[in-house]
């Protein structure tokens, strides 16, 4: 049996033709109402601006539905029971893998194996395909904008095999410096691993591009769509990318799930993860059979409740259109930084919002970033700051910590607005 995990209504309801992109836009309003959260009023009676959904996203209804459904209606365990309630959780659980299979167009299910979040994704292939495939100065490279979810795997590796980690730099504005990477390539690593999207400047990277070349020059390449995938359109067998990793909290859906997509000939060849119930076909006292994939890497008990939680929110998404998702932030932070760009003694880092998804991340002269942060929260506002766990991205840019606004399908540019307001009261109150 196959459940329904609660897909929303599409079409008239949620999108829009919009004249401002000439292109169709998200009807907000209505999806606003899908947030139960955004209608919450905080200090002082104002209502709450979300605008930190870098570090994770709202959940829509039908999401906490399907989680809230698994829970009453059919909570067992799966894969073991021959019970109806084991039958129809592991429909609803499997049924979510096929669900993100489509959303990012992989070739087969078996190529989508769930783990906890994108850094347990990242460090699943360090620690198997990495320590089978990685040798004393072998060359890894990586980019100089990278979450330390994509840095410290591969510091650990490198300590234990003997390996070289090698650098994209990141450009005054913002850009990997493609120029750059070709030479690193001319040392023909054997992985090349980098964000499709940057969590601090918001730079999309030219990844088909990036993986073409790594693959020219013989490396394996792992995509981090921790930014991407909840905000624009991937396609796993447009990008070729060999791995890609991304977080089920970011996109709509719970906590304690995430993705690892790997090519199937790879995913085969690789060693298990964790070992235990689930991920066996058959174990003797001295020895054991791994499953299939993707099972093999999914040791105990999974995360069934969010893996099906995961799935509502693929759907969720789907209903929406991931370029029209993708259309809408680009206008919100292409009128943020328009915005901030008038407010003197305010630096934004970054590139152009053509270039950039939904994420801004600014400092202002004379106010130290956490002040900001606290002083827009008593206003309803909420915004991160800090290294934004990227903290040699702050090196290379000469700064401790920054503040950013993060947007998402439900963000406002009335929501905008009030950031900037009280960034001017904030700036009042320091003298600056
Ligand atoms: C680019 C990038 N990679 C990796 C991660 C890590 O995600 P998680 O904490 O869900 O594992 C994040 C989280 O902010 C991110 O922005």
Known sequence: ??????????????????????????????????????????????????????????????VIRAIENYYRDYNANIHRGIHKLAEEATAAYEGARERVRAFINAASSREIVFTRNTTEAINLVAYTWGRVNIRAGDVIVLTEMEHHSNLVPWHMLAAETGAHLEFIPVTDDGYLDLGAFDRLLELHPRLVAFTHMSNVLGTINPAAEMVARAHAAGAVVLVDGAQSVPHLPVDVRALDCDFLAFSGHKMCGPTGIGVLYGKRALLEAMPPFLGGGDMIKRVYLREFRPNDLPWKFEAGTPAIAEGIGLGAAVDYLTGLGMAEVHAHEQAIVSYALDRLHEIKGAHVYGPPARDRGGVAAFSIDGIHPHDLAQLLDRDGIAIRAGHHCAMPLHDRLGLVATARASFYVYNTEEEVDRLILSLYRAMDLFGV
Do not use: W
């Open 1 to 62: 049996m196959t459940r329904d995990t609660g897909c929303v209504k599409t079409g008239a309801t949620r999108v829009t033709f919009g004249m401002r992109l000439g292109t169709i836009m998200l009807d907000v309003t209505a999806i606003r109402r899908d947030f139960p959260i955004l209608s919450q009023l905080h200090h002082d009676g104002v209502p709450l601006v979300y605008l930190d959904n870098a570090a994770t996203s709202q959940k829509p209804e039908a």
